[in-house]
């Protein structure tokens, strides 16, 4: 089997190309390298450097390749970003997306799996949050993932796509021989800033907003291990039906407030974590956990880190093994 992969340089893409390759895939990586590492990609995989803008690029890759399927990563994905400047998220979430899958139809490659959010359901009435859920995006960021997921379904009905969009809650982690992780830049995600700051790189953790109504007052998050969700991509590219839009929700079903998890942190790395609260982040829904039984059931899947604190470790070794990311 061959599949490219668009985003393969990033962080749950890299991942996901080591999965496969440790299937047996053939696995081409299509990363622009302008968030992604070249370091981070699995050395058994070929990696075309260019953009998805790049439609020229994109149709001779797809014209020559002999694709089975495409693992579709490759988007901007902070939230805050997306706010500001809402038009740059439309035209390379949405744009560059509705391109590669004009050209997939074009070369005979009708199966898709893609990278959407627990970002589209806003701010959920109710969790755990089942796939049921209304779909009610509050970000430029979730309303680009969002358009996506509708034009799967209708490239479904249309030409037979085989289409999977995995709504990942917040992937974390790393890899557990601790030779891939997660290096942002800039670092907007909790997880490493909490441990930037237990390895003294930074003074303090801010804790945004206290006054949430959780049980804690601090957001509730489902934080998901790369490791599962590379395992899911497997799954879902194994189980793809013709013509289908499928979708499912990909975390851990277990929720962890911000407080927790800095607690939590202080334990695995026994290094003090010094926390003060902060005003509220814009944007940020009070609590999100996933209720995963439908990936399960349908899938076959299962969650192997549903412990935070094994999630914690793994994430806390690839940082003391690469204190400043890939290019350490
Ligand atoms: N947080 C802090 N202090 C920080 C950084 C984050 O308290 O310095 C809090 C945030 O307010 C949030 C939680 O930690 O409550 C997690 O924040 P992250 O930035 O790590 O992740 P998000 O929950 O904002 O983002 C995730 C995914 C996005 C998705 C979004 C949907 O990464 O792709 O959830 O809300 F769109």
Known sequence: ???????????????????????????????SLAAGHREAVDTRATLIVGDLADAGLVDSTLA?????????????????????????????NVGATLTLLGQMRDHGVKSFVFSSTCAVYGIPSSVPIAEGTPRKPISPYGRSKLAIEWALEDCAKAWGLAATSLRYFNAA???????????HDPETHLIPLVLQVAAGKRE???????????????????????AD????????????????????????????????????????????????????????????YADPTKAMAELGWQPEFSDIKKTLETAWQWHQSHPSGFSS
Do not use: W
């Open 229 to 288: 969700l590379a395992n899911v991509h497997r799954k879902a590219l194994e189980t793809q039906v013709e013509g289908a839009f499928r979708f499912y929700n990909v975390g851990s079903g277990v929720g962890v407030s911000v407080k927790d998890l800095i607690e939590k942190a202080r334990a695995v790395t026994g290094k003090d974590i010094p926390a003060a609260p902060a005003p509220r982040r814009a944007g940020d829904p009070p609590e999100l």
């Open 64 to 92: 020559g390749g002999g694709y089975d399927a495409v693992m579709h990563f490759a988007a901007l994905a902070d939230v805050g970003e997306s706010v500001r400047e809402p038009l740059k998220y439309y035209k390379n």
């Open 204 to 226: 303090e953790i801010k804790i945004f907003g206290v006054d949430y109504p959780t049980p804690d007052g601090s957001c509730v998050r489902d934080y998901v291990h790369v």
């Open 173 to 183: 982690g790393a890899a557990l021989d601790g030779s891939i992780g997660e290096d």
């Open 1 to 31: 089997m061959r599949v490219l992969v668009t985003g393969g340089a990033g962080y749950v893409g890299s991942h996901c190309v080591r999965a496969l390759c440790d299937d047996g895939v053939d696995v081409v990586v299509f990363d």
